[in-house]
């Protein structure tokens, strides 16, 4: 069974400029996660999706990220414009929903200089 | 409010000597816990989880936790750790009411030789 891809691994940009992380989730996994893990920290929870549809966006800084999942499957995070505290590793991770298990992705790390 | 902490930042033990990484939770009801290793670059992986019944879980590579409803902790322990054991662990505590769940900040460890 494959795991949870994520692309690109790794990504500098400067701030103020706009960037954009993909996800392929675990075939047949309905939910999807992205966190930020910032260096030194646990990962924290963005936004949830169940299929295509949002189920947590509570921690997600609405004025300058954005996630999408319109068929249900794969997913892309934005930010726009980026600062420097966005510095981090985001993660995508799966799970067949309720509470079962997250399989997580290698996550892209992200300098913003 | 769903918590976790982890005391410890950093552990440093020797190859083959024993390891305890300690895990505190704050949580309303009864608790589902993971335990997660991070490798430098690379996503999470899941060691164990405690769902219910036996409080002793075991895991992959070795590694075992034990559950203890009256100190709210859920400890990770191994009798001999070997080289390829430094890493960072995360614990985690769900469902929150979104089936999510909270992540600690996570022990580094590093294994002398």
């Known amino acids: 069974e494959a795991g949870v891809a994520q692309s690109p691994r790794y990504k500098i940009i400067e701030k103020r400029q706009s960037v954009a992380f993909w996800c392929n989730p675990i075939s047949g996994h309905a939910t999807l996660y992205w966190y930020q893990q910032i260096l030194g920290q646990g990962p924290k929870l963005l936004i949830q999706f169940q299929n295509n549809g949002v189920v947590d966006d509570s921690q997600l800084p609405k004025d300058r990220f954005s996630a999408e999942r319109l068929k249900g499957v794969d997913s892309t995070l934005k930010i726009q414009p980026a600062k420097l505290e966005d510095s981090a590793v985001y993660l995508c991770?799966?799970?067949?929903?309720?509470?079962?298990?997250?399989?997580f992705g290698a996550g892209t790390r992200l300098s913003v200089l | 409010a769903q918590s976790v902490t982890q005391p410890d930042i950093h552990i440093t033990v020797s190859e083959g000597a024993s390891l305890e990484l300690r895990c505190n939770y704050s949580?309303?009801?009864?608790?589902?816990l993971f335990w997660y290793v991070q490798s430098p670059g690379q996503g999470l992986q899941l060691l164990l989880k405690y769902f219910s019944g036996d409080t002793l879980v075991q895991g992959i590579k070795g590694f075992e936790a034990e559950f203890k409803r009256s100190q709210s902790s859920f400890n990770l322990r191994k009798p001999s750790v070997h080289w390829s054991d430094a890493a960072e662990y995360f614990c985690a505590v769900g469902p929150t009411e979104n089936n999510d769940m909270r992540f600690g900040a996570g022990t580094r460890l590093t294994v002398k030789p």
């Open positions: 949580y309303g009801a009864t608790p589902y």
């Open positions: 991770a799966s799970s067949r929903g309720g509470k079962n298990i997250q399989y």
